[in-house]
Each structure stands twice: as C-alpha cells, then as structure tokens.
C-alpha cells in the first residue's frame, strides 16, 4: 500500500471525520447509516438528500416522510420535483437527524442481528419487521 495521501482523499477523510463528530453516522454491520442534509429557508426546513435516504434505507419516500411529519407533530410535503422532503417547521440539523435514527433504529435495523436486509410488514392493526438475513420478525411498538 502507498503511504502518500492524495489530497482529495485527505480531504475526504476531514470530512467523514467532522461529520462523524456532528451526528455519530452508525454502523450497522458494514452498513453506514445515512445523514440528513437539512436546508433552513423561513419557517421551512428542506431535507435536500431525502430520495437517496429513502432509497439507501430501502423504504418508501412516503412511509419516510410520514414517520419525520409524526415525530416533529408537524406537517410538510415531498417535493414532486426535486424529490425532496420540505417540513413545515424550523429544525436543526441535529434534530432532523435525530428523527432518521430513530426511525431507523425502529424501522430498519433487525434487533435480532442488526441486519439491515429488513421489510416492514402489517398485519391487521400491528406492524412487524421482517429480517431477511436472519429470519426473525419482531413486532414493532408504535
Ligand atoms: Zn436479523
């Protein structure tokens, strides 16, 4: 392996390490959870990387947005353009990430063995998440 560092790659690392000081991303074997962007214009706050949060978590924009429009008792659109999510409200940064990690914690990661290779499934009134690497379901507590 080469010891020189490349700029660009330095200045990758600054930049994992500054946001790694900001929000923890969390590693959840092998996989990194994704970091809300978050833009503040006026009373609104704009999750600008929405489409590729929803889609690294492999959920549904909607469900996503649903869960961020429930948890910060706001409410707030997906962008049809853009695909970005715009809350209603004023938050921060740390706020709004705050919200993907638990909806990830709860939504996303397998309890059982931290997969994230999961689907949520409803049956009647009760959600479940369905681990497709180790093949639990556990119920989830709304
Ligand atoms: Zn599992």
Redesign the pocket.
Known sequence: MKKTLTITSYEKMLERLYSSIEVNPEKFKGFEAPIAEVQNVKNRTIITNFREIAQKLNRSPEELASFFFKDLSINGMIDENTKQLILFGKFSFERVNMTLKFYIKKYVI?P??S?VDTIVVKEGKNLFLR?L??G?TSSIID
């Open positions: 397998c059982i063995c997969s681990c690497a180790c639990a």
